[in-house]
């Protein structure tokens, strides 16, 4: 663990990803108290303002601040990731371990579920999800997740077969351990390592899936404050006021690639192969 | 034919056998080819006949590939025998289902071959060492004197039961499997080949360690193991394994001074005795073990056996005893018996 730490410590990119996020979340947490303005009060007086001392980022159409909403947006944001990757990371990994565990006729259905699933685009699939669900946040996080179900099943299915007839799952089985309690006590920490890199990563895609169906009009409720939505009406006004497109913009691009960066040093990190690479 | 019957009848009412093994096989079958799918019949374990008494150790050899570790799994049922009966303390164990099985689980352990790879790395050895007694609800109010008095019965002290399995050496890590295989108050153990990860200094702890874990428990003992001077060193009675057959057995002594089979011989004198009188017998095997998918007829071994005749080659040789306590499968044996009995 230590050494694990150190590792990733000495991947400097990926540390200041972690640094990134880190001051998102704290954003995203505390956003009440850091926005300096509300993000749902128009301001008749100040409609499309540039970047100055009074708005920051300037203000939209409506004369709201563009900050204050960047900072809220960052909230549903990460509530999309966060509840949206559980939601994948526990389907998939469940349905990966027992198809990789149990073998056989259950694998093979399993398999063909996510085999169907990955034959579509993912964001094509999410839009036929929420057209048909219909826009909400709980919808797009329902349809974000299940879009990402086959990635943690397929890891999991061949992390699982990579490990499956290692001696100490033997010995549990020679001991009379249930299969159940073998999946969750032998397998699940040993396949571990995968697994958190593809949380990782995920939780970008899950922001950018996020970001671009709002944009689209068929993410969030469009009076919630999300990058993606103020992103889609900032368009309109980009030859007058681009601010108001930009900002949103480079808050998801600057997460998004700090999950991904976090995640390739969270690979390096946790791979023994790469070990004494690149030091 | 009578003689074997009725000896291993004999054998059956003694209430000493903790385990009956008879015709036991294991053959693994593959498929080959994409639309006529051929068929391939790999024979492990071919026809096992032999009873483990309790209290004793008994030793099997072999080469690799032979079906030793097979042997091992069968007894266990970690892996389920193709044909043949298998008994345990009077219960058959191909009958059980697999709760019953589950719960029977408790009464024989294993002790395996590579102690790098049979600890779970993301365990805590207390863990480890307690998962028997979890599963089978054993020792419930005691359970963690009881981890730190298994650990020290091997060797380890309890000051390191929070730690990790790649934390010990491999000798360290092969005692605690044996408190893993011993928590559970076991009375048989299979030892999978368990000295021959480790180095010779080694090798001669674990088995001291075996050796008195038995006569302290009444444990008794299937060891598996290729190197021949180990099994006498652990063994009551010794088995030795060609092929997926059991070719001879007999106790130690007898298997060492007084071997009969042609292969045991040739085994014995493959490794350097020091007393030169005891080597009877100089032939060093020619060729290579045939492939267990393709079986030679008759006698498995008669590709190879230097005193092989006709009958060798058409016949397969029953396993019988051939003098009390001393069972062999050779034709060089029942010849007379044979003719008598026509």
Same mark, same amino acid.
């Given at each position: 663990?230590?050494?694990?730490?150190?590792?990733?410590?000495?991947?400097?990119?990926?540390?200041?990803?972690?640094?990134?996020?880190?001051?998102?979340?704290?954003?995203?947490?505390?956003?009440?108290?850091?926005?300096?303005?509300?993000?749902?009060?128009?301001?008749?007086?100040?409609?499309?303002?540039?970047?100055?001392?009074?708005?920051?980022?300037?203000?939209?159409?409506?004369?709201?601040?563009?900050?204050?909403?960047?900072?809220?947006?960052?909230?549903?944001?990460?509530?999309?990731?966060?509840?949206?990757?559980?939601?994948?990371?526990?389907?998939?990994?469940?349905?990966?371990?027992?198809?990789?565990?149990?073998?056989?006729?259950?694998?093979?259905?399993?398999?063909?579920?996510?085999?169907?699933?990955?034959?579509?685009?993912?964001?094509?699939?999410?839009?036929?999800?929420?057209?048909?669900?219909?826009?909400?946040?709980?919808?797009?996080?329902?349809?974000?997740?299940?879009?990402?179900?086959?990635?943690?099943?397929?890891?999991?299915?061949?992390?699982?077969?990579?490990?499956?007839?290692?001696?100490?799952?033997?010995?549990?089985?020679?001991?009379?351990?249930?299969?159940?309690?073998?999946?969750?006590?032998?397998?699940?920490?040993?396949?571990?390592?995968?697994?958190?890199?593809?949380?990782?990563?995920?939780?970008?895609?899950?922001?950018?899936?996020? =970001?671009? !169906? #709002? %944009?689209?009009? /068929? @993410?969030?409720?469009?009076?919630?404050?999300?990058?993606?939505?103020?992103? $889609?009406? *900032?368009?309109?006004?980009?030859?007058?006021?681009?601010?108001?497109?930009?900002?949103?913009?480079?808050?998801?691009?600057? =997460?998004? !690639? #700090? %999950?991904?960066? /976090? @995640?390739?040093?969270?690979?390096?990190?946790?791979?023994?192969?790469?070990? $004494?690479? *690149?030091? | 034919?009578?003689?074997?019957?009725?000896?291993?009848?004999?054998?059956?009412?003694?209430?000493?056998?903790?385990?009956?093994?008879?015709?036991?096989?294991?053959?693994?079958?593959?498929?080959?080819?994409?639309?006529?799918?051929?068929?391939?019949?790999?024979?492990?374990?071919?026809?096992?006949?032999?009873?483990?008494?309790?209290?004793?150790?008994?030793?099997?050899?072999?080469?690799?590939?032979?079906?030793?570790?097979?042997?091992?799994?069968?007894?266990?049922?970690?892996?389920?025998?193709?044909?043949?009966?298998?008994?345990?303390?009077?219960?058959?164990?191909?009958?059980?289902?697999?709760?019953?099985?589950?719960?029977?689980?408790?009464?024989?352990?294993m002790i395996f071959q590579d102690p790098f790879?049979?600890?779970?790395?993301?365990?805590?050895?207390?863990?480890?060492?307690?998962?028997?007694?979890?599963?089978?609800?054993?020792?419930?109010?005691?359970?963690?004197?009881?981890?730190?008095?298994?650990?020290?019965?091997?060797?380890?002290?309890?000051?390191?039961?929070?730690?990790?399995?790649?934390?010990?050496?491999?000798?360290?890590?092969?005692?605690?499997?044996?408190?893993?295989?011993?928590?559970?108050?076991?009375?048989?153990?299979?030892?999978?080949?368990?000295?021959?990860?480790?180095?010779?200094?080694?090798?001669?702890?674990?088995?001291?360690?075996?050796?008195?874990?038995?006569?302290?428990?009444?444990?008794?003992?299937?060891?598996?193991?290729?190197?021949?001077?180990?099994?006498?060193?652990?063994?009551?009675?010794?088995?030795?394994?060609?092929?997926?057959?059991?070719?001879?057995?007999?106790?130690?002594?007898?298997?060492?001074?007084?071997?009969?089979?042609?292969?045991?011989?040739?085994?014995?004198?493959?490794?350097?005795?020091?007393?030169?009188?005891?080597?009877?017998?100089?032939?060093?095997l020619a060729g290579e073990v045939p492939s267990?998918?393709?079986?030679?007829?008759?006698?498995?071994?008669?590709?190879?056996?230097?005193?092989?005749?006709?009958?060798?080659?058409?016949?397969?040789?029953?396993?019988?005893?051939?003098?009390?306590?001393?069972?062999?499968?050779?034709?060089?044996?029942?010849?007379?018996?044979?003719?008598?009995?026509?």
């Open positions: 663990m230590r050494e694990f730490c150190y590792r990733f410590y000495k991947n400097k990119l990926a540390f200041l990803g972690f640094i990134i996020l880190f001051i998102f979340l704290v954003m995203a947490i505390f956003a009440p108290y850091l926005a300096p303005y509300d993000p749902f009060q128009m301001d008749p007086q100040a409609m499309l303002q540039p970047p100055g001392a009074d708005h920051l980022f300037g203000t939209d159409q409506f004369g709201r601040d563009i900050l204050s909403r960047i900072i809220f947006g960052s909230r549903i944001s990460f509530k999309v990731g966060l509840i949206s990757v559980g939601l994948s990371l526990i389907v998939g990994v469940s349905m990966g371990i027992v198809a990789g565990y149990y073998g056989g006729w259950l694998d093979n259905l399993i398999s063909r579920i996510m085999d169907v699933m990955f034959s579509f685009p993912q964001i094509f699939l999410a839009l036929v999800i929420m057209a048909v669900l219909g826009t909400s946040s709980t919808n797009l996080m329902l349809a974000i997740g299940l879009v990402y179900i086959p990635i943690f099943g397929r890891i999991a299915r061949a992390s699982v077969l990579s490990i499956k007839d290692s001696l100490y799952i033997e010995a549990a089985n020679s001991i009379g351990v249930s299969n159940l309690i073998i999946m969750l006590r032998h397998i699940l920490p040993n396949i571990m390592a995968p697994i958190i890199v593809q949380t990782t990563l995920s939780f970008g895609f899950a922001i950018r899936a996020e =970001a671009a !169906l #709002s %944009f689209l009009g /068929l @993410g969030v409720e469009a009076d919630i404050p999300s990058w993606g939505i103020m992103l $889609n009406q *900032g368009k309109d006004w980009m030859e007058m006021a681009w601010w108001n497109a930009v900002f949103p913009g480079l808050s998801a691009t600057l =997460a998004i !690639l #700090s %999950f991904n960066i /976090l @995640g390739d040093g969270l690979r390096d990190a946790l791979d023994p192969r790469l070990r $004494n690479e *690149g030091e | 034919m009578l003689t074997t019957n009725n000896n291993l009848s004999s054998q059956n009412k003694d209430s000493k056998v903790l385990l009956k093994i008879r015709n036991l096989k294991k053959h693994f079958i593959s498929k080959k080819g994409l639309f006529f799918s051929k068929e391939e019949r790999v024979k492990a374990v071919d026809g096992l006949n032999f009873n483990i008494y309790r209290g004793e150790t008994l030793g099997i050899v072999g080469e690799s590939g032979c079906g030793k570790s097979t042997t091992g799994r069968l007894l266990l049922r970690l892996i389920k025998a193709t044909a043949g009966q298998l008994e345990f303390d009077g219960v058959n164990l191909m009958d059980l289902n697999k709760k019953e099985l589950t719960a029977m689980r408790h009464r024989f352990q790879a049979s600890l779970n790395p993301r365990l805590k050895i207390k863990k480890i060492v307690a998962e028997p007694m979890l599963t089978h609800q054993l020792h419930k109010a005691d359970r963690a004197d009881r981890v730190k008095a298994l650990l020290e019965e091997v060797g380890i002290s309890s000051s390191y039961l929070n730690r990790y399995p790649h934390e010990f050496s491999g000798g360290q890590r092969q005692r605690i499997g044996i408190a893993r295989a011993l928590a559970a108050e076991p009375e048989f153990i299979v030892a999978d080949e368990p000295v021959a990860a480790l180095d010779v200094s080694i090798q001669a702890q674990i088995l001291n360690l075996l050796n008195k874990l038995q006569a302290e428990l009444g444990l008794t003992m299937l060891f598996i193991a290729h190197d021949l001077s180990v099994v006498q060193y652990i063994s009551d009675r010794i088995g030795v394994m060609y092929l997926g057959k059991m070719v001879e057995l007999t106790n130690s002594d007898q298997l060492y001074q007084q071997p009969l089979h042609p292969y045991t011989k040739a085994l014995l004198a493959a490794i350097p005795v020091p007393d030169p009188e005891l080597r009877t017998n100089k032939n060093h267990p998918l393709n079986p030679p007829r008759g006698c498995n071994f008669n590709t190879r056996c230097p005193a092989a005749f006709a009958k060798c080659r058409e016949i397969e040789p029953e396993f019988k005893e051939i003098k009390p306590g001393h069972f062999c499968a050779c034709h060089l044996y029942s010849r007379e018996e044979k003719t008598n009995e026509n």
